[in-house]
């Protein structure tokens, strides 16, 4: 059997694993529609200010709501499954197998991706249905999803390679939720950026992939301008993810 041939075989198998676990697979996907509806909920009557156009809150947060997703499914989920795979033993058995580690972990990326297309049309039908949310077609349909594939694909990468820096599965979730969870904050994930926001918060949005993800997903559910720019951004962590993810993830569990 080729590679590709077992990538696809080991995603059958993820897949079938991931939905025989009903908690796992509804808070996957109930997180995101939980935060939509609370923040709309909070501020759906208002308005937010993005450049010169004014757009309702809770159409803004349908379009957060989905990045959110997305980073959850293909950072956090990865960073934390491979960590407890690994302290129990189970990644050392896989590299040990005749299974390509090349297939499994796309196998892992693979249904990360898959996770997170659901998630997307799933929030965004919700908005659609219950908030009037504007969904993207033609070009930019096009440049959405080519935002979201590359989105994926890079935090699947980051989420790999900061594997590296969680010692055991117990301090996974505060590793992983500590790199993630000020980012979402500081890139206008959960508070949307006004005139008024401090310019250092701006600065440090600008450098991370979070914020450049979510302006593109914007481009397409808020009719903001595409910006081919955060797609290189988003594009470029992931490929600094990926190369260290091949230099320092390992198979077996820290010893001490």
Sequence with gaps: MTVVTLTFSQFRYVNKAFWRNPSRAFFTFAFPLMFLVIFTALLGNGTVHIGAMAVKAST?????????????????????????????????????????????????????????????????????????????????????????????????ALGLAVTAAIPNADAAPAIVNASILPLLFLSGIFIPFGNDTPTWIMWIARIFPVRHFAAGMQAGFIGTAFDWTDV???????????VLAIRFFSWEPRSG
């Design 60 to 156: 803004y947060y349908v379009a957060a709501m989905a990045s959110f997703g997305v980073i959850t499914a293909c950072y956090s989920n990865i960073a934390m499954t491979l960590a407890f795979q690994r302290d129990n033993g189970i990644l050392k058995r896989i590299d040990g197998s005749p299974l390509p580690s090349s297939s499994f972990l796309g196998s892992r990326v693979l249904h990360a991706l898959f996770v997170a297309v659901l998630l997307v049309a799933i929030t965004a039908g919700f908005g659609r249905a219950f908030y009037g949310a504007e969904l993207p077609n033609g070009v930019l349909l096009l440049r959405f999803l080519l935002m979201l594939v590359v989105g994926a694909m890079a935090f699947c």
């Design 232 to 242: 290189i951004v988003v594009a470029a962590w992931g490929v600094a993810g990926l």
